[in-house]
């Protein structure tokens, strides 16, 4: 069984920085596509920043010259350094794991963290 989970959300004030860590554990040989989306109440899921397995970048438009990506091929993390934080970046966000290769060769298509939630106070 393939799990993700994230760390690092909180509480911030408007123009803060936060950094979310994401680990996906369960015997993985690789991930093809790392990222980080983020629901606000009533609203979708909406992807905020993804990395291929060779390091291509992603961002939504809301983020760009914000946040950064980063992951760690070796240990199947993801980072999310967040700077310049705004009160509309308030949500809860969401590690994802794309095309996921088993040790036994097995794929496994999509997997998704529980969440953490990150609130940015103006």
């Known amino acids: 069984q393939v799990q993700l989970v994230e760390s690092g959300g909180g509480l911030v004030q408007a123009g803060g920085s936060l950094r979310l860590s994401c680990a996906a554990s369960?015997?993985?040989?690789?991930?093809?596509?790392m990222g980080w989306y983020r629901q606000t109440p009533g609203k979708q899921r909406e992807l905020v920043a993804d990395?291929?397995?060779?390091?291509?970048?992603n961002y939504a438009d809301s983020v760009k010259g914000r946040f950064t990506i980063s992951r760690d091929n070796a240990k199947n993390t993801v980072d999310l350094q967040m700077n310049s934080l705004k009160p509309e970046d308030t949500a809860v966000y969401y590690c994802?794991?794309?095309?996921?290769?088993?040790?036994?060769?097995?794929?496994?298509?999509?997997?998704w963290g529980r969440g953490t939630q990150v609130t940015v106070s103006s």
């Open positions: 990395i291929t397995y060779d390091g291509t970048t």
């Open positions: 994802n794991a794309n095309g996921i290769r088993r040790t036994s060769g097995y794929m496994i298509s999509s997997s």
């Open positions: 369960g015997r993985i040989s690789r991930i093809n596509v």
